[in-house]
């Protein structure tokens, strides 16, 4: 793959609990992070995204983290649903207008 | 507003025949760019067009070509198709006033080729 990676190709977690699920990108020039999250037989659906001047953004349940020192970003769901259960992708522009990287992909498999 | 629209849902065709998918952006968005995901690959970026032209190309083969419309639709073209390119299509949008924006994915074009 390019650049951004993940570390974790499957999460299982128990329904209540917090997700965290990981992402390492090599590119020093991305200066936009974006986390997506695909269903099954749906196109990848956007959830936050971070500059990089930022450290940290919340969502709705969602909180992201960026650490440039180490390259790494972080996705956070609270109090994880069953409805959480998808595919995440992380992505980063590295200045390329339209173009995205992105990494593999984390499952998130929630148990009830 | 409505998202962004692919047709057709899912594609069968046979090797060395041609394709053409199509996608209707976000009503106001300017960019659309294509993406093939595979199990193996992940999401591969394809192009980008912008105003009618092609701004960002990834490593494909010549193959692989599109356009856009003057009203930002776009159309993506495969040729002489391969096991290889089964694949699901996705596009997707976006504004595009800068070159770090969220982009707008559509449900995607599941290809098939026997």
């Known amino acids: 793959g390019e650049s951004v990676g993940l570390h974790l190709p499957t999460l299982s977690v128990q329904e209540g609990d917090n997700s965290i699920i990981n992402c390492a990108y090599s590119n020093s020039a991305s200066d936009y992070f974006i986390w997506y999250k695909q269903e099954s037989g749906k196109g990848p659906q956007f959830i936050i995204d971070?500059?990089?001047?930022?450290d940290k953004r919340q969502g709705q349940r969602v909180t992201v983290l960026l650490n440039k020192t180490v390259k790494h970003l972080s996705l956070q769901i609270a109090a994880t649903q069953p409805g959480d259960s998808a595919v995440y992708f992380c992505a980063e522009n590295a200045n390329q207008g339209g173009k995205l990287i992105f990494g593999q992909g984390t499952e998130l498999s929630v148990k009830p | 507003k409505a998202g962004v629209t692919q047709t057709p849902r899912y594609l069968i065709k046979t090797r060395g025949q041609q394709v053409t998918l199509s996608c209707s952006p976000i009503s106001g968005h300017r960019s659309v760019s294509w993406y093939q995901q595979t199990p193996g690959q992940g999401l591969q970026f394809l192009f980008e067009?912008?105003?009618?032209?092609?701004?960002n190309k990834g490593n494909f083969p010549g193959r692989f070509s599109g356009r856009q419309f003057s009203n930002s639709r776009s159309e993506m073209n495969v040729s002489t198709l391969e096991l290889g390119d089964s694949a699901l299509y996705l596009c997707?949008?976006?504004?595009?006033?800068?070159?770090?924006?969220?982009?707008?994915f559509g449900s995607g074009t599941q290809l098939s080729v026997l």
């Open positions: 997707a949008s976006s504004l595009a006033d800068q070159s770090s924006e969220k982009l707008f």
């Open positions: 971070i500059r990089s001047n930022m």
């Open positions: 067009y912008f105003s009618e032209t092609q701004r």
